[in-house]
């Protein structure tokens, strides 16, 4: 079974240009996650879709950035415009059910640097 | 405020010790806690979790972590520590809404 794959794996943009990442998480789990660690710090959520709906997005920085999920299959997350402090790595994860007890599986991440 | 801490900013040890990373949270009622390693260049990889029980659960990969709810503590150990199992760990709870809340992780350096 394949995991969450992200894609790109890393991504170098100047300030003001617009970047989007893409998640595709573990067939058939409804829920998915953006979370972010920045400059080595904590990772920290962004927010979550069960299916295609934003079940919370309280974690998302400012309306810069857009999170969409069409088709509740794979999703993607637009910053735009990129500032510096928006450089770090973004996570996705994914979980069958979206009940306490189902652990999250991440994918590998992308890499975001903004100069 | 932090909810989860992890003390350590990295953790020596060496190959056939026992090794602990530490994690404490901070939450009223029951916490649903996990950990989660990440190797270079991968991904977070779920290790275990506590959700309720026995308060010493297995994972993968020989890891165990022990549930203390009076010292709030959710430790990480390995009996037998392998050169392999350098890496970086997070520690992690789930909050009623589902996210995760992340410790600020923890660098495990297993020496030959």
């Known amino acids: 079974e394949a995991g969450v794959t992200q894609f790109p794996s890393h991504s170098v943009i100047e300030k003001g240009q617009t970047v989007t990442l893409r998640c595709d998480p573990i067939?058939?789990?409804?829920?998915l996650y953006w979370y972010r660690r920045v400059m080595g710090k904590e990772i920290k959520f962004l927010l979550h879709f069960v299916k295609e709906s934003k079940q919370d997005e309280s974690g998302m920085p400012n309306n810069r950035f857009l999170a969409e999920r069409t088709g509740g299959t794979y999703s993607t997350l637009k910053v735009q415009p990129a500032e510096l402090e928006d450089s770090g790595v973004y996570f996705c994860?994914?979980?069958?059910?979206?009940?306490?007890?189902?652990?999250?599986?991440f994918g590998p991440g992308t890499r975001l640097t903004v100069t | 405020a932090q909810s989860v801490a992890q003390p350590e900013d990295q953790v020596n040890v060496a190959e056939g010790n026992p090794l602990t990373v530490k994690c404490t949270y901070s939450?009223?009622?029951?916490?649903?806690l996990f950990w989660y390693v990440q190797y270079p260049n991968r991904g977070l990889q779920f290790l275990l979790k506590?959700?309720?029980?026995?308060?010493l659960v297995k994972g993968s990969y020989g890891f165990e972590a022990e549930f203390n709810k009076s010292q709030t503590s959710f430790h990480l150990k390995k009996p037998s520590a392998l050169v392999s199992d350098s890496a970086l760990y997070f520690c992690?709870?789930?909050?009623?809404?589902?996210?995760?809340?992340f410790g600020s992780g923890t660098r495990l350096l297993v020496r030959p």
């Open positions: 067939s058939g789990h409804d829920n």
């Open positions: 994860a994914s979980s069958q059910g979206g009940g306490r007890t189902y652990e999250q599986y």
């Open positions: 506590y959700i309720t029980g026995d308060n």
């Open positions: 992690a709870r789930m909050d009623s809404s589902y996210k995760l809340i």
């Open positions: 939450v009223s009622g029951n916490p649903y």
